[in-house]
Structures are given as C-alpha cells and as structure tokens.
C-alpha cells in the first residue's frame, strides 16, 4: 500500500502543488492512518490545511476510499526561512 500511495503522491499531487514550490513526502502509513510532511513552498504556508484537506486528502480518498482512515500532517510548520507559524504573533506582521 505504501507503494501505491507513494506513487499517487508522486505522479498527481506533487505535479499540482509544485507550481507553488511545494512537495509532500509520506512520512508512514500504520493501521490505516497515513503521515505525510510538506515541504518547500507548502511549510509554513498560510493555505497549507487546505491544501491537506481540498487537494491533497481528496485526491488520496479518490484513490484509496476506505484503506485510509485519518491523514494525519506532520510539517513542523514554524520552522524554515519564511514561516507563516510562528511563536510570536507580531513576526508574522513585521
């Protein structure tokens, strides 16, 4: 299954989100639950949930229905050269 998945990662979503400079890799997949990490143009990007529940988790429900429970992100979104997360409100701002 991972390879199947990681193959739709790659082929379809990867392609989509690329125009923006972002890519998503699969972190695991255990018990139905799928982890995936974006990366690039997607870490810390003010669209990055949507783009998990409208582009990424549609085309990956499409594909794989009932074999994935939760999709679960595991970005560590304040991190990186320009975040839009951060611990201080006001950095967003500045």
């Given at each position: 299954?991972?390879?199947?998945?990681?193959?739709?990662?790659?082929?379809?979503?990867?392609?989509?989100?690329?125009?923006?400079?972002?890519?998503?890799?699969?972190?695991?997949?255990?018990?139905?639950?799928?982890?995936?990490?974006m990366?690039?143009?997607?870490?810390?990007?003010?669209?990055?949930?949507?783009?998990l529940?409208?582009?990424?988790?549609?085309?990956?429900?499409?594909?794989?229905?009932?074999?994935?429970?939760?999709?679960?992100?595991?970005?560590d979104?304040?991190?990186?050269?320009?975040?839009?997360?951060?611990?201080?409100?006001?950095?967003?701002?500045?």
């Open positions: 299954m991972r390879r199947q998945i990681q193959k739709v990662i790659a082929e379809e979503i990867n392609p989509m989100i690329a125009s923006h400079g972002g890519e998503i890799a699969l972190v695991d997949y255990f018990e139905k639950n799928l982890s995936i990490r990366s690039g143009g997607c870490q810390g990007c003010a669209a990055s949930t949507a783009t529940k409208q582009g990424i988790e549609r085309v990956l429900r499409e594909h794989f229905g009932a074999d994935i429970n939760e999709i679960i992100d595991t970005t979104h304040g991190a990186g050269e320009n975040p839009f997360y951060t611990d201080d409100a006001d950095s967003v701002f500045s």
